[in-house]
């Protein structure tokens, strides 16, 4: 159950009187920033994006899922794209859109299952770096990008019975915290 649900409740929903609707739209403006700021404590390695990215998914939390994902702004600083062509930052703007879409499916799909991650940096995991001026998914690196493909397995039990996902996230580090790529 969620811990802050009273109180978005009071907040969103109770009347309050005059001179506290200030506040109250203070503290609940506050309170939707909240997982994107969440979203920033849990991006210091790759292994908290990845640990982020599964409770998202089991959780449908949308707000989550769109935080961890690469901001275009922040990868137009660091790349070099045509304009209209297909590269990542042209792909990453088009899917916004289907990100909610996306995430619900996968709500429904998994209703009722529990997720953690198993395992993390299975063989075939690497650390790389794509020099400035070097050819990057359709645009050119305009600086040095450190990334990184994680190879994980998801445990997802349903109805007791547990069975392992294998996937491989693509990161990418922007400021000092890791995003996903896809």
């Known amino acids: 159950m969620d811990p802050l649900a009273p109180l978005r409740y009071n907040i969103l929903v109770a009347p ?24 920033r404590d849990r991006q210091a390695t790759p292994r908290d994006v990845a640990e982020a990215s599964v409770e998202a998914m089991i959780k449908g939390d949308i707000d989550l899922t769109r935080a961890l994902l690469a901001p275009p702004d922040l990868l137009r600083e660091r790349l070099e794209c045509p304009p209209g062509g297909n590269d990542i930052v042209t792909q990453l703007i088009d899917d916004a859109p289907l990100v909610a879409e996306r995430v619900r499916l996968t709500r429904e799909a998994l209703a009722g299952a529990k997720g953690t991650l198993r395992e ?16 990057f998914r359709g645009c050119t690196t305009a600086t040095e990008l450190h990334l990184h493909d994680a190879e994980v397995v998801v445990r997802l039990t349903r109805a007791g019975r547990p069975s392992d996902d294998r996937q491989t996230l693509h990161l990418v580090e922007l400021d000092g915290r890791w995003y996903l790529l896809e």
Do not use: K, M, N, Q
Request: glycine share 8%; charged share 20%; with cysteine.
């Open 120 to 135: 993390f940096d299975r063989a075939g995991s690497r650390d790389y770096v794509i020099p400035a001026g070097e050819p």
């Open 16 to 39: 309050s009187p005059a001179p506290h609707r200030r506040l109250a739209a203070l503290v609940a403006l506050g309170l939707t920033a909240l997982p994107a700021a969440c979203a």
